[in-house]
């Protein structure tokens, strides 16, 4: 395993912390308004930030280290970083949670993953393994076909119990797992297939199981539809894009018409 390298964290959140805590001195967390720091010069910037402050810290990272920011946000950046050169840049799939800032992170194993759900994929995934490793938690270093069926894995996850727990208003994550559990694994199946069909993802037998195992694991967490254009809004422009075209059905009725229901369109 790779050693833990000193490394700048954006952002000074609860996970920021969280990292800076697994680390090594000459770590450097950058805070907002703080100026780009010229030591450590090389190694890992952990962007850990909200994704709508993602433009701003790739405009204030020196264009030489830009392939150096890893990208640790929920929802689905690949279009996004694409778009920006930075297709190739180490992601990580975080399915570990801290409850408080300063807190120990809990991790996000389950009773069907007790190996852990966290991976990541690019230059620095073993740095972020290593690190990680440290503060006790798991993360598994994935190749690109492996995670791209692990990241679209994770976007179902939130998209689904996101948008059914919507539908009833109150409910937790583990009220969708246990009370809606036939609406949820629906919509589950129908964004696994569809996804599969659309973008060619192949993803590992028993997605349906390693998701219900998740929300069982973090069935305190509430529910809403947000931060659309990275969620939600993923599968609703794919489904906008076959329906203005004309030449197919919208691969994902359901998720469209449980959008219309929750208001989120």
């Given amino acids: ?28 967390i950058m805070k907002r308004g703080d ?22 810290v790739i405009d204030q990272t020196p264009p030489e280290r830009r392939a150096d920011l890893v990208f640790l946000q929920n929802g689905m950046l690949q279009p996004w970083l694409d778009a920006r050169g930075l297709g190739d840049n180490t992601q990580a799939l975080i399915y570990f949670a801290v409850a408080k800032f300063g807190e120990k992170p809990t991790d996000g194993i389950t009773d069907v993953n007790p190996e852990g759900l ?71 199946e129908e964004l696994l297939e569809g996804s599969a069909a659309e973008k060619g993802v192949k993803f590992e037998p028993g997605s349906v199981e390693r998701l219900c195992a998740y929300a069982r694991a973090v069935a305190h967490f509430p529910t809403a539809v947000k931060e659309f254009e990275w969620r939600n809004g993923f599968f609703y422009g794919i489904s906008q894009e076959a329906i203005t075209a004309g030449d197919r059905p919208d691969p994902f009725p359901k998720h469209t018409a449980l959008l219309k229901q929750v208001g989120a369109i």
């Avoid at 395993?1 to 450097?28: E, F, K, Y």
């Fill in 1 to 28: 395993m790779a050693s833990v390298a000193p490394s700048i964290i954006v952002g000074g959140g609860r996970v920021g912390q969280a990292l800076a805590d697994m680390g090594v001195p000459g770590d450097v």
């Fill in 35 to 56: 100026a780009f720091p010229a030591e450590p010069s090389t190694g890992p910037i952990y962007v850990c930030t909200r994704n709508d402050a993602l433009q701003g």
């Fill in 118 to 188: 966290t991976a990541a994929n690019g230059k620095h995934a073993a740095a972020l393994q290593a690190r990680l490793a440290a503060g006790g938690m798991r993360c598994h270093v994935l190749d690109d076909d492996a995670f791209k069926a692990s990241m679209f894995e994770k976007l179902i996850w939130i998209c689904a119990f996101m948008a059914v727990g919507a539908a009833h208003p109150g409910a937790t994550v583990g009220d969708v797992e246990s009370t809606h559990r036939a609406e949820v694994v629906e919509l589950i």
